[in-house]
């Protein structure tokens, strides 16, 4: 065999031999930390119940839910089409598979949004895009969407409107027919009617 | 440092003036290993010249080994370089068509243009042919869609999911094609020589 290929040959062997020792690239895939710094200042991550409700309406195909809370909780209530991630999961091939769909806005959520703003970071340093956390969590969910209360009658029209729509998701999510509020209550106009004149008389 | 044109210090807008250079100096090295005669291509299957299997698996354990190294001394972001991504029965299938495809026309995509560019007749008609595939596949997408996006795996790499580390991954490889170089080197001796 040619003298030119043996040598050629021992040394890519060589340097794969190196490639092990040196043990490869370092995989660790991490996002620059000015970026991070950039992206936890920035409140654009925050979505609010009434634009989760909208989309959940809506069946937007992009909405991934992730409830962070323990799995016990995650049994007794969750939001629908959720997948239950735990902080100490977020590692896991399980974890793994649902951040790898592609075409996907992962919205965390948990009771507040504090812990869901943890993971939300965490696993935002790891490179994964595309992240959302849920504003105030499932207690502003209870609060908004499932129980909603109505404004007060001197509040403006847009209050209403909200709370109409807030109704509407809250039959949506929980079947039961919650009676629809009214429009703003309006107040009775007093009409002071003009005193009729005296007919005329005569005249051209 | 790289990649390039992800980390933004070649503009988005060369991603195409490259791709042409790039592919210009390609072909031209194509035709000039000969890469634009069919019978020498359609040898590997044959028996009587393996400089496809040469020449190809020469390219990935070299860009291997060399993307590796630029990893590790820091001059490449190997999480930012694009792969493919993964859906097994459709790349089954579509290997199988290409494969057949190879044998019967002697060309694959990539070569059959080096040697249109040299005018050779039977490569016009397989590139017409390719596309007439294309257009037969256009139109019947539809019927195809579900099994073409079944599968899908994400964008996974071979040595990870052997669970195995790139550096013993590549050394592998390395050892697989030497010794498949070695036994071409054998099989090309037995095998009677075809002038072409």
């Known amino acids: 065999m040619n003298k030119t290929y043996l040598i050629l040959a021992s040394l890519l062997i060589l340097l794969g031999v190196g490639l092990v020792i040196a043990g490869g690239s370092d995989d660790k895939k991490e996002i620059p930390p000015d970026q991070l710094l950039r992206e936890v200042s920035d409140d654009t991550r925050y979505i609010t119940t009434d634009q989760l409700a909208d989309r959940l309406i809506k069946k937007d195909p992009t909405v991934q839910l992730v409830d962070v809370r323990t799995a016990a909780d995650f049994n007794s209530f969750s939001l629908p089409g959720a997948v239950n991630v735990s902080p100490e999961k977020l590692f896991s091939d399980e974890a793994k598979a649902v951040f790898e769909q592609p075409g996907k806005d992962f919205i965390f959520y948990a009771n507040d949004d504090v812990l869901a703003d943890h993971v939300w970071q965490i696993a935002r340093r790891t490179g994964i895009s595309r992240l959302y956390v849920l504003k105030n969590g499932l207690n502003c969910w209870v609060e908004t969407i499932l129980q909603p209360t109505p404004p007060s009658p001197t509040e403006p029209q847009e209050a209403f409107d909200l709370y109409q729509a807030r109704v509407g998701a809250s039959q949506f999510f929980k079947g039961s027919d919650v009676p629809l509020a009214t429009e703003a209550p309006k107040q009775k106009l007093e009409v002071t009617r003009k005193a009729k004149k005296a007919k005329a008389e005569g005249g051209c | ?196």
């Open chain 2, 1 to 196: 440092m790289g990649p390039l044109i992800p980390l933004g210090i070649i503009g988005e807008n060369w991603n195409n003036v490259i791709a042409l250079l790039i592919g210009m100096a390609f072909g031209f090295i194509l035709e000039s290993s000969g890469f634009s005669s069919s019978r020498k291509l359609a040898g590997v299957f044959y028996g009587y010249d393996f400089v496809v299997l040469k020449v190809f698996f020469t390219a990935a354990i070299t860009a291997a080994v060399g993307l590796l190294y630029f990893g590790y001394l820091g001059w490449i972001d190997l999480s930012l370089v694009y792969i493919n991504p993964a859906y097994i029965p459709s790349t089954i299938v579509g290997g199988v068509m290409m494969g057949l495809g190879f044998i019967m026309g002697g060309y694959c995509p990539g070569t059959s243009y080096c040697a249109v560019s040299i005018g050779k007749i039977d490569a016009m008609v397989f590139s017409v042919s390719m596309f007439v595939g294309i257009f037969i596949f256009s139109e019947a997408y539809p019927l195809l869609e579900n099994f073409y996006n079944s599968g899908f795996l994400g964008s996974p790499t071979v040595y990870e999911s052997l669970g195995l580390s790139a550096g013993i991954f590549t050394l592998a490889l390395i050892l697989i094609a030497l010794g498949a170089f070695v036994m071409a080197h054998f099989v090309e001796k037995k095998v009677k020589k075809v002038d072409y």
